[in-house]
């Protein structure tokens, strides 16, 4: 593993026990996975802004011909681990300590901790969370706060613990190979991996991971190959690995047998990231005013193509083997308004009951008190451990389905509410948190995403809102000021001078105002933090 270890080189300032994480056999590790698959991720990144022209040009996506023989295929998934065959409540949230335990300790079935878009990537983060994984597999991530004083202990059947990488688009620039910022993924997944893996396989576990953002089965092919690599190196037995890609972006749910397929032995299942999803459809066909979309608010999973991807996931996973995990529920508790707690605890109900009625094998929450709450619904509707038996030989979708806008409208309401919670968000996250509080939702950068595309797009396309008033720099420019004495108000004059909204408003500004769509705001948000 030496060969390109000297390639590698962390620039990145050192903290208590970074040592532990940082050693000089995990940085070789890392440094292999760079030498072997970095030029593949850079050209499979180039690839995307190929067929992003194709789509701005006026192109559509849709199931490739070339792969018609891997959907027609008999084939299914290689068996997956005794503690992943039950999946009904899933609970996801950042890698800090105290996080950590609580989603361990909620009831949860898995916990889901994310490197990405519900953790801010200041270095201090990403290797603290590092350390945190590597003291729960050892038994060591048991603590005291010491502002509190309040105990923190893993309880005796904690979640099952997966984690999830950064996207293949981020860098990692407290690291370097070859002079150039490291991969995200290969420093999140090499790090865990390195460290985890062996021990997770020794508990009765194995080494989980949940993959964001992929718009291709060619980089679930490069995945595979990095776990295949990773196995070989650290002499784990092939398969251990075992992956749930998140379907949520547009040219993806056009491959989802091939995404399948090429993960087949390290494969899990696909879930329903339906946020990113949404963002996805505008950010693909932002050139087409065809599919100007209505307020966020009504682009609901019961309708038009969030139905269709979602019904075609659970069909095409269960036909191969793998579970089809539904989406997120970002409710959180409304404490001191008993009756606006249950009724959003009854919109959790619902949509958990749509899911399991439909067919997914699980759900996912943001808080722990929501665990519970989804429990219910799944023991209810799903008393096996899964639905795979559930073949959905019914659903028959085409490339029309699946973009089909959802009904609705656009006002002036639901673009002073993007206003307001996209600069609260990349505020936020430029002070070190990923996962926000926002009107009672938990938020992670998708949420902010959405709405800065969907006013981008409202824009580029002068969008009429309802009463008439067309969507304009002048009217972007009057709203955003006034939504952010909004927020003064909400938060206290103290707090807002404290934080960061000069700089989140300018960037969501720029955003949102750009003559092309940035694919992704955390990209040029990266270069604000440490």
Known sequence: MSAHASRLVVTGASGPRFDEILTPEALAFVAELHGRFDGTRRALLEFRKERQAFFD?????????????????????????????DRRVEITGPVDRKMIVNALNSGAKVFMADFEDASSPVWANMVEGQINLKDRWAGKIDFTDPKTGKEY?????????VIR???????ERHITFEGEPASGSLVDFGLYFFHNAKTALAQGSGPYFYLPKMESHLEARLWNDVFTAAEELLGVPHGSVKATVLIETLPAAFEMDEILFELKDHMAGLNCGRWDYIFSFIKTLRNNKSFLLPDRGQVLMGKAFLKAYSELL???????GAFAMGGMAAQIPIKNNPAANEAAFAKVRADKEREAGAGHDGT?????????????????LMPAPNQLTRLREEVSYGQKDMLEVHEGTRTEEGLRHNIRVGVQYIEAWLRGRGAVPIYNLMEDAATAEISRTQIWQQLHFEATLEGGEQVTKAL??????EEMEVVKGEIGADN????????????FARLSTADECEAFLTVPAYNLID
Not at 165 to 171: K, V
Not at 496 to 507: K, T
Request: charged letters at 25%; hydrophobic letters at 45%.
């Open 153 to 161: 202990k893993v309880s005796s059947k904690p979640a099952v613990l």
């Open 364 to 380: 996912w929450v943001a808080h722990p008190d929501l665990v519970p709450v989804a429990m219910e619904v799944f023991d209810r």
């Open 165 to 171: 990488p950064r996207g293949w688009h981020l860098p």
């Open 496 to 507: 807002y001078a404290a934080g960061r909204f000069p700089e989140a408003i300018d960037l």
């Open 476 to 481: 972007f420019a009057k709203l955003l000021a």
């Open 57 to 85: 040009a006026g192109g559509l996506p849709d199931f490739l011909p070339e792969t018609a023989s891997v959907r027609s295929g008999d084939w299914k998934v290689a068996p997956i681990p005794a503690d992943l065959l």
């Open 314 to 320: 659970i069909k095409t996973c269960h036909r191969r």
